[in-house]
């Protein structure tokens, strides 16, 4: 059922490095290989041989009206046909930075770039640029783009500086990000003590990157007040979870607000955008208003600004897409929970809005070292390989969130609880 994604497979690796543009489409962490997408319809995709799959990845989260949706469609192809772009101001820019600002009340200013990656990299600049330190502080199993700095792991025990996770990020380079446990508070007021120039302390504060971790609010409030009482901004990094936990992403449901917010994936409805956003002081640090550099050829690119723009003009106009999408979400994992239970099998599920989680473990994980140390990993990988046969797409890791669309029906549901049931009596 998969030849022809096989062989296209095979062909991609003779001429890209394992195939992929990006290792996890690989699907290394379940074995087998990925197949090969001809096109997307609502909540649906069609690979080259012709298998139908119910999409629970759509895009890694851009895509919360689903694939293909007529509306952005419309506006992408009549703004595509007045040019692809220019490297000038265009209204659309102005237009979709307003729709942002009107949401926040801790936002005045917003800079687009093109991926979540560029958004977290420029924020952290700006934050050593405001604060005039050199450290960052970052939580382990968070994750922010594959930027030099923050490619780190943890060293010899916790509290220390980070080394690079990858070879060609020189030590030097990674020698200014603390590393620390996430939902730790002790371990966090000890980065604190050690190092009198934290920048910023950047965290997910609804992780995805790990499976879906909420940060505890207890938590979040310690990384505020220790912000405050050190002079360290608070970055929420919301690429994944803004427009997606709620309207105003994890911001929008968490007491304790950020200084500086980063966005990407839905802020660009399927197109490259990123972009990060704070009050007008910080903002105003930036070049040309200020002297901290950023910049980017594409960046406001008018394309993609007319996809985001559009796409997040109909989550405004319906606010409460946000509920039926939850309720969506807990009605599958809640049915994957209860096959998993008749069939002797541990499962445990978490929702956030339009995101969810289900991990092959006894007891909730809070932290990255929980959820590798908890999960059953071959668990996974038997039941993603069994679902795609099955034609249901789900993130092919364990440390990957899944993700609802307004297309999924309630059909689509239930038919996936019953493939999953049939998959758990045997796994
Ligand atoms: C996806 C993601 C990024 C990186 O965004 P890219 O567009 O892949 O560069 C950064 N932070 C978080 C939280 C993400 O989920």
Redesign the pocket.
């Known amino acids: 059922m998969f030849e022809n994604s096989i062989k296209a497979y095979e062909q991609a690796c003779e001429v890209i490095p394992g195939g992929v543009d990006s290792p996890v489409r690989a699907f290394k962490s379940v074995g087998g290989t990925p197949p090969f997408i001809d096109r997307g319809e609502g909540a649906y995709l069609f690979d080259i041989d012709g298998n139908k799959y119910v999409d629970f990845v759509q895009s890694?989260g851009p895509l919360i009206f689903g694939h293909a949706n007529k509306e952005i469609e419309e506006a992408v192809i009549a703004t595509a046909k007045k040019g692809l772009s220019f490297g000038a101001p265009t209204l659309l820019e102005t237009d979709l930075a307003n729709e942002i600002v009107e949401m926040f009340d801790n936002i005045d200013k917003v800079r687009f770039v093109s991926?979540?990656?560029?958004a977290?990299m420029s924020a952290i600049r700006l934050a050593r640029g405001v604060t005039g330190r050199n450290d960052i502080l970052k939580f382990e199993g968070c994750?922010?783009?594959?930027s030099d700095s923050l490619l780190v792991q943890a060293g010899s025990g916790l509290a220390t500086f980070g080394s690079p996770s990858s070879p060609g990020v020189p030590a030097d380079l990674t020698k200014h990000t603390l590393l620390c446990e996430f939902n730790n508070i002790e371990n966090l007021k000890k980065c604190f003590e050690d190092s009198d120039d934290i920048s910023c302390v950047i965290l997910?504060p609804i992780a995805?990157?790990m499976g879906l971790v909420p940060a505890s609010p207890e938590f979040l409030k310690a990384c505020r007040e220790l912000c405050d009482a050190n002079g360290a901004l608070l970055i929420y990094?919301e690429?994944?979870s803004g427009f997606r936990a709620s309207l105003k992403g994890a911001s929008g449901i968490l007491e304790t607000q950020a200084d500086i917010i980063?966005f990407?994936?839905v802020i660009g409805a399927g197109m490259p955008v990123?972009a990060f956003a704070a009050s007008k002081e910080i903002m105003g640090h930036l070049s040309p208003e200020g002297t901290v550099y950023q910049a980017g050829t594409l960046s406001g690119n008018p394309v993609a600004m007319a996809a985001g723009l559009t796409s997040l003009r109909k989550l405004k106009a319906n606010p409460e897409v946000y509920e039926g999408l939850n309720a969506k979400a807990v009605k599958l994992v809640n049915g994957l929970k209860e096959v998993a239970d008749k069939n002797g099998i541990g499962l445990q599920v978490d929702t956030r809005g339009s995101m969810f989680g289900f991990f092959f473990a006894d007891k909730m994980p809070t932290n990255f070292k929980e959820v590798t140390d908890f999960c059953d990993f071959k668990r996974f990988a038997t039941f993603h390989r069994e679902m795609i046969k099955k034609g249901f797409y789900f993130a092919c890791s364990q440390y990957e969130a899944g993700f609802m669309c307004t297309e999924i029906s309630e059909d689509d549901i239930k038919n996936c609880i019953i493939a999953a049931d049939e998959i758990m009596k045997n796994l």
């Open positions: 890694w991926s979540g990656t560029e977290v994750y922010h783009g594959h997910e995805g990157n990094d690429v994944m980063t990407g994936k990123g």
